[in-house]
């Protein structure tokens, strides 16, 4: 139980995040959620006790400078600082929980950061290349010139994106977070029609939400298949290495890259897609991210739905106070 709560590796669930457009975004941790208002967040969690314990602490924001919140710019610092905070939230809710202290010094947040991303762009950047250039090897595929490489990179993208999800599924504490996770999208949806919500309220909501960071993810790795078919190629034509290990290593690194923009991008893309009407056009745009939704909420009980209230109170609280 303690190895899962520590387990850097799930930078999946610290970083179920929302992109919004609005003032409210959450995060699933730990027998609790974290809720994001502006420059602070409420975390609330369910201690061994059966209380709720909450606190309210200041965001820290890597978006201070004018430039770094310019559209298409903002994405991948918001991306990191999201990721910061999660981090911190989630070791602090094992603590709350009833775990034992987590270190949280400036390195070691640093070090769980890099580790973090490194596990992320190792599965869904270098991986995938490796596995498309054994494809390349048995002859089912062709070299990364062209087309067909980029295809099978993007289906192992997708294969180990939705094989993460379902097999950290099976885990009963992760089984938690997601409900967890349902909490906390239900309880925003019911503070975006009344400022005041109770439980009664956000049950009737839905668990899946159109600015989730799960729907980002998605964006993230539909951008990367479609840009890198069409970059890479680019790059190549410009200078192609002799040596063939030096050309895949030099594709790896461009790829690598590319996670800047495409980020910046996708965050772009996903907070233009929160803010269509409803209609057809929303539908389709929002119908990819909702159906991933469906495996990474569950249905959370009234006591997980008192927990995520807290955490918006937690985080709204100082409104109140103004």
Avoid at 119 to 125: E, P, R
Avoid at 262 to 269: K, P, V
Wanted: net charge positive.
């Amino acid at each position: 139980m303690r190895n899962l709560k520590r387990n850097r590796f799930s930078f999946l669930l610290r970083g179920i995040w929302l992109a919004s457009c609005q003032t409210i975004g959450g995060q699933a941790v730990m027998e609790g959620v974290m809720m994001r208002n502006s420059d602070v967040y409420g975390l609330a969690v369910r201690g061994p006790d059966g209380k709720i314990h909450s606190e309210s602490r200041p965001w820290r924001s890597l978006t201070r400078r004018a430039w770094s919140r310019c559209p298409f710019v903002r994405g991948f610092p918001i991306l990191l600082e999201t990721m910061i905070n999660g981090i911190k939230a989630l070791n602090r809710s094992v603590e709350m929980s009833g775990g034992e202290e987590v270190p949280s010094s400036g390195w070691q947040m640093g070090l769980g950061l890099a580790l973090a991303l490194a596990v992320a762009l190792g599965l869904f950047v270098v991986a995938p290349h490796l596995l498309s250039l054994a494809m390349l090897g048995l002859g089912y595929g062709g070299d990364v010139e062209g087309l067909a490489f980029h295809l099978w990179d993007g289906f192992y993208k997708c294969a180990i994106f939705m094989g993460y999800i379902w097999l950290i599924s099976f885990i009963p504490d992760i089984r938690r977070v997601f409900e967890y996770h349902g909490a906390e999208h239900k309880t925003i949806h019911a503070y975006e029609r009344s400022e005041n919500p109770d439980v009664d309220e956000a049950a009737r909501m839905s668990r899946l939400h159109p600015r989730c960071g799960t729907t980002f993810l998605l964006f993230v790795i539909c951008l990367s298949i479609v840009l890198q078919a069409l970059l890479v190629p680019g790059l190549l034509l410009l200078w192609t290495p002799e040596s063939a290990v030096a050309k895949h290593v030099l594709t790896i690194m461009f790829k690598l890259l590319l996670v800047i923009p495409i980020s910046a991008l996708a965050y772009e893309l996903i907070r233009n897609a929160a803010k269509l009407p409803p209609g057809i056009a929303a539908s389709i745009v929002q119908a990819p991210g909702l159906t991933l939704q469906r495996l990474t909420t569950r249905e959370p009980g009234r006591d997980q739905l008192e927990v995520a209230l807290a955490a918006l109170s937690a985080a709204t609280e100082s409104e109140g106070r103004g």
